[in-house]
């Protein structure tokens, strides 16, 4: 890290006091979302927060690897541009997955984006832990509804995967029949496999 790079680090933290709630950040640990440090700063006043830095990958990067407040986590999905994001750097990412809000934020305000998000939906699916699978579960639902093409191939390891995460891992159950609505309300070649899967609910 850069000293100028860990300058702002030390701004954008510093700021964090101006939009704390903790009422919010309570509300969190109570609902069993734990970070050592948490402001509990909305997603709006995050984005007001990120705005002049966007684009910016180092200054992203050294966010994400705060792992200890949860707002640099989130900031760092916001800041880094997608095509900087290689498929290994995601699933690199993948891998510091903490909780459901950061698999939420992290699919919606990034993966969704990058060039390999087909890819790295499977690879999650296929390889991934709870978190990681529901990563992937969020990317392709947001895909799905955006119309951007998914391989043939993701599609496959979706439909097997999620058949197995319904019997087994019902903490994905509300993000897999997400997923499946999207892909049935669309038409198409795949709809049929999710209305398949739908109806073994």
């Known amino acids: 890290m850069t000293t100028q790079v860990a300058e ?3 701004q954008i933290k510093r700021s964090f006091r101006l939009y704390m709630n903790g009422v919010t950040a309570a509300s969190m640990r109570n609902k069993g979302l734990d970070y050592k440090i948490n402001w509990g700063i909305s997603q ?3 984005r007001s927060i990120a705005a002049p830095y966007v684009g910016d990958d180092q200054l992203a990067e050294a966010l994400w690897h705060d ?41 919606f305000n990034l993966f969704q984006h990058v060039p390999c998000a087909s890819q790295l939906s499977a690879n999650l699916l296929e390889e991934g832990n709870i978190l990681e699978r ?10 799905v509804r ?15 995967r999620a058949s197995i995460d319904m019997e087994t891992t019902r903490q994905l159950l509300h993000a897999i029949i997400s ?10 070649a795949e709809a049929a496999r999710a209305e398949t899967l739908l109806g073994q609910l």
């Not at 529901?134 to 895909?143: K, M």
């Not at 955006?146 to 097997?160: A, N, Q």
């Not at 997923?179 to 198409?188: F, Q, W, Y």
């Open 146 to 160: 955006r119309d951007v093409r998914i391989d043939s191939s993701t599609y496959d390891v979706l439909f097997k």
């Open 179 to 188: 997923l499946l609505d999207s892909i049935d309300a669309k038409g198409g």
């Open 67 to 107: 792992a200890s407040v949860r707002e640099c986590r989130i900031l760092a999905t916001i800041i880094m541009p997608e095509e900087s994001m290689t498929l290994e750097h995601c699933l690199e990412w993948s891998k510091d997955i903490a909780n459901v809000e950061i698999a939420e934020v992290l699919a």
């Open 8 to 10: 702002l680090v030390k």
């Open 134 to 143: 529901l990563t992937a579960y969020n990317t392709l639902c947001r895909l």
């Open 44 to 46: 709006i006043n995050l």
